[in-house]
Every structure is written in C-alpha cells, then in structure tokens.
C-alpha cells in the first residue's frame, strides 16, 4: 500500500476539508450494519441470557471491531480503491482523509474494541474479534485479495464470524448453532460477490484484483455461482433442525433458497451477449436477492427465539 491515490486526489484537486462523516464512511457503516444484526441474532438466539448493558456493550464494541477493520481494509486498499469506480469515492481515494490517518483509526479502535469486549464479556470472545480484525486487514486484504482467486471464498470468513461471536458472548463457548450460523454466512459471500463482480465488469481487471471474473473467466464465474448455491440449499436448511430453528425458519429457508436458486441457475444459463443485451439485469437482480436472503434468515432465526418463551417458536 502506498501514499498513490492519496497524491492522485491532491494533484486532481479533490482534496477539502475532512468531515466527520468521512471519517464515519471510512469504518464501512453498511458492512457494519450487516455485523451488528447478524451478531445481535447470535447473542439472542443463544440459549443462556446476557443483561441487557452487558448485551449492549458487547454488540457496540464488536461493531466498533467491524469498522477498524474497514478502516485498515480502506488504509490498505487506497492504491486500488481510487482506480475502480465503485470505491473512487471513498475518503482516502476522495482525498478527505489520509491513509495514515486511516491507519491510527484502525489500529486504535482494534486495540479499543477487543479490550473492551474481554472486560464486558470473556477472553473467547474477545479472541474471536481479535482474530476476525487480523483475518480481514491481514489475512483477507494483504494477502488473499491481491494474490488468489479464491480471495472472497476464504475471506469470506471474516464476515461470518458476527454471529459467533454474539453466541459465544452469551455462552462462553461454540456449539453446533454458532458453526452452522458461521457458515451460513460462508457459503453465502462467494455467490454474493461474484454476482457483483459479473456486473461491475471491468473494475477488478482495472485494479489488477485476481478476482474469478479475472482468472477464470465469466463464464466459469457463473458455474461457480450455481454450485456454490447448490452447497448452500442444505446447509440453509438444515439449520432448522437444530435447537435454534423452527417451522418459521424452516419455511422462510426454502423459500429463500428455491428462489435464490432459481436465480442462480439464471445466470449459469446466460452468456455475456445476453447480460450486455439486458444490462446484466438478471445479475443484479441476483445480487440485491443476496443481500435480503442473509438478512431473512437471520431474521428468522430471531422471530424464532423470541416465540420459543411463548410455545410458539422452535420444534
């Protein structure tokens, strides 16, 4: 990582005083967002009760640890970020904010969050927001995303962990629920983004991003897609015969996942002429199914826990 696209945004004159919410922008606060709710289902799905303050406490300092991740995945990344237009707008690329200045952020709010997440909570939960910061900024941005095309498949790991660690919270330990609720999260990111990717078109060839559109092709990309949906369906399934599921998650997982699938099989069956021809259409529709799929599930999973006091949740 390099000063570049900090010194890009100077010479184009895009340079102005920074504000907070430039500051706010660079902590992600849609990826935060995700974290915060997905890591909230597994504290109040868990089988053992937090107080309300300590609950708090710990979805406010995990969310903190999810934006010192963006913030050093921003720090990183800038010398990408200015050449691709879906991130050419971000603070460092804007020339709001600097990269070092994304650096201190980072590594203070990492230091502050997971502290403060071992005095509230327990040292396994603490070491599971630790270890998640590490894998995105490191093991994810460092490493993966610049030298394989299997970057957002191994990657994706870094966002599955919310829910772990919400559990883990609550519990002091991993089970079954928190594993499947995991790899939920898993096996969704690499269709997620490849979606993504089949539309945003040039913009990882522009960065020199190994993405599976790169590498592979688009047409190995969707392959890709359609098997990694078909590894999906029973793992979305099968969560709900476990002590966290239900008839309400049973049903709302089906019908994610026929449609999710159908999707899926749209876009394996087309060839780019037909994408260009549509606007990628189908490919975006696909994309925006995504990202309402995780949270419905998840919001399953909580209507769930909170009807089983009542007799009208779980098996």
Known sequence: MTDVSYQTAKSAGQTGEAQFGDYFALLKPRVMSL???????????????VHPFVGFCAILFIA????ASGSLNMWWDADIDVVMKRTAKRPIPAGKVTPDEALGIGLALSGFSVVL?????????AFLLAFTIFFYAVVYSMWLKRSTPQNIVIGGA??????????VVA???????????????????PPH????ALFMKSDYDDAGVPMLTVTHGRKSTRRHILAYTLLLFPLAIGTAFTSIGGPIYLVTAVVLNVWFLKGAYDIWRR?????EADNYKVEKSVFKVSL?????HFGALLVEAVLRPYGLGGW
Do not use: C, K, R
């Open 35 to 49: 974290v915060v709710f997905t890591a909230l289902v597994g504290l109040l799905v868990a089988p053992v009760g």
């Open 64 to 67: 903190v640890g999810a934006g």
């Open 117 to 125: 997440l071992w005095l509230a909570t327990n040292a396994l939960a």
């Open 158 to 167: 870094a966002g599955a962990f919310p829910p772990m660690i919400g559990w």
């Open 171 to 189: 519990t002091g330990s991993i089970s079954v629920e928190a594993v499947l609720m995991f790899m939920l999260i898993f096996m969704w990111t």
């Open 193 to 196: 983004f490849w979606a993504l």
């Open 271 to 275: 060839d780019e002429t037909q994408a």
């Open 292 to 296: 309402l799929y995780l949270f419905l």
